[in-house]
């Protein structure tokens, strides 16, 4: 066999092996089958590492760093991708951000949203988005609290480039499957919350769970999970 063969080979017993965790965990907690969406986390990774992925049938791939993603989506230009930005948003980078992406999980402030907005070419359909929220409750984490978040809501649901779909957590790295149960638990309350209180909003999107952490999050709800090393592997250091 080739090293190409071999990499395939484990990215195919990679992809099976994922795909069976979400199923299993998926009716486990009694999910209705197809309810969550697999986003295959990319960033350090090969374009033929997406490559292989999508020949297995993966469509929806999320990136984390800019310049990195652009590269990746010049070097596969014929495959059909959902592209999908998760990483923290600097405001000089909307523009390429909103030009090409179809999604952005990260939004956690009115200017980039704004941005964003006013920067998605009117021939696409909207960026769809999802507002990152803090809900560990950590310093250093990026996302807004969940103070905050009802205001942000409100003017992310008023841009016309822009469709809010609903909440994404990154909740600090923990084996306590308990704790993670309660962070994936607080997001959904909150997203259940800002669809009773603003009557106009009607936000269907979880985005929360990953490699370590998806059988909870499945059973807290979750309609997105996204997930990296579980599918391709440790990931190459960042240079
Ligand atoms: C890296 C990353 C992931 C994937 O993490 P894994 O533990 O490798 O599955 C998911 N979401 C975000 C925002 C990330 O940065």
Known sequence: MSAQDISA???QQRFSAVNTRLHNAVAHSQREPGSVKLLAVSK????????????LGQRAFGENYLQQALEKQQALPSLDI???????????????????FAWVHSVDREKVAKRLSDQRPSNLPPLQVCIQVNVSG?????????????????????LPGLQLRGLMAL???????????????????????L??????????????????????????????VRVGTALFGPRPPIA
Request: charged share 20%; proline share 6%; net charge negative.
């Open 9 to 11: 080979s484990l990215a």
């Open 44 to 55: 350090m990774q090969t374009p033929q590492q997406v490559a292989e992925l999508y020949d």
């Open 82 to 100: 959902e592209w999908h930005f998760i990483g923290p948003i600097q405001s000089n980078k909307t523009r390429d951000i909103a030009h090409h």
């Open 138 to 158: 950590e310093e250093s984490k990026s996302g807004v609290t969940p103070e905050t978040l009802p205001a942000l809501a409100a003017s992310v649901a008023e």
């Open 171 to 193: 909740p600090a790295p923990t084996s306590d499957v308990s704790a993670q149960h309660l962070s994936f638990k607080k997001l959904r309350e909150l997203m259940a919350q």
């Open 195 to 224: 669809n009773e209180q603003l009557s106009t909003l009607k936000l269907d999107t979880l985005s929360m769970g990953m490699s370590g952490d998806m059988e909870a999050a499945i059973d807290e709800g979750t309609t997105m």
